[in-house]
């Protein structure tokens, strides 16, 4: 099974590179076949007792300490020293804090082709959580975070509202309305036009009023057959793009 897949991919990357993530996470007998092929730079298809020679360049990454590992017995020695002839450490996310918002963008944009789904912009507020937060699960963690704010975007203003709860900063008791003003990253629609606007902050009162409309209303100041009359025309107006 998966012995099989990772000298299938050898074969595949025959002449080029072959980039091998989790490295640590490797199960024993794969690291004697992996260590195996790297010293014979041979291998053999399943089923077959035709030897293909290699010449592939390997790279591998982990969050492990392998060297730790090693001394614990789940990592081999051998293989270890067979991996490390170039070693390059990458700092966590949270010390090159300045590599997030470039990182940030680099995702949306990948991940809004794949999704096709595009987006305006990621608010001021969303930008300071993201750069304030420590990263634990590094690169792999932001991406997910930017995928999660791209699914679940409705305005196309990448917002507070669309992270994880555990990067978004409390920066106030709830209630407060300092707090959900602080929360809604609202100085992106400086500049906006004014529908923009009133749309944004409609939609915005329907989610903290949890769509009941009569409150929605209320927390607006606006009567409620006026809201009903503006979320009709939205809806034309979602139903005239699609």
């Given at each position: 099974g998966a012995v099989g897949k990772r000298i299938g991919k050898f074969e595949h990357a025959n002449g080029g590179t072959l980039f091998l993530d989790e490295v640590g996470e490797m199960p024993m007998q794969t690291q004697i076949k992996l260590l195996r092929v790297l010293e014979?730079?041979?291998i053999a298809r399943l089923g077959m007792n035709e030897e293909i020679s290699l010449n592939v360049r390997l790279v591998a990454a982990t969050n492990a300490d392998l060297l730790e590992m090693v001394k614990k017995g789940t990592f081999r020695q051998d293989l270890y020293y067979r991996l490390s002839v170039v070693k390059i450490e990458?700092?966590?996310?949270?010390?090159?804090?300045?590599?997030?918002?470039?990182l940030t963008d680099h995702f949306l944009k990948e991940l809004s082709s794949q999704y096709h789904k595009p987006y305006d912009g990621v608010s001021r507020a969303a930008r300071r959580a993201l750069m304030s937060y420590d990263w634990p699960g590094n690169i792999r963690q932001l991406k997910n975070a930017a995928e999660r704010m791209l699914v679940l975007d409705t305005d196309g203003i990448l917002d507070l509202d669309d992270l994880p709860e555990e990067?978004?900063?409390?920066t106030g008791p709830e209630g407060d309305s300092s707090y959900i003003s602080d929360r809604s990253g609202a100085d992106f629609l400086i500049g906006r036009p004014f529908s923009e606007v009133e749309r944004y902050y409609?939609?915005?009162?329907?989610?903290?009023?949890?769509?009941?409309r009569e409150?929605?209303?209320?927390?607006?100041?606006?009567?409620?057959?006026?809201?009903?009359?503006?979320?009709?025309?939205?809806?034309?107006?979602r139903e005239e793009q699609t």
């Open positions: 014979d730079r041979k990458l700092p966590p996310l949270r010390e090159r804090r300045g590599d997030i918002p470039l990067i978004v900063p409390m409609i939609e915005r009162a329907l989610d903290l009023a949890d769509g009941k409150e929605a209303a209320r927390m607006l100041g606006i009567g409620e057959r006026t809201l009903y009359r503006k979320l009709k025309e939205y809806q034309k107006q």
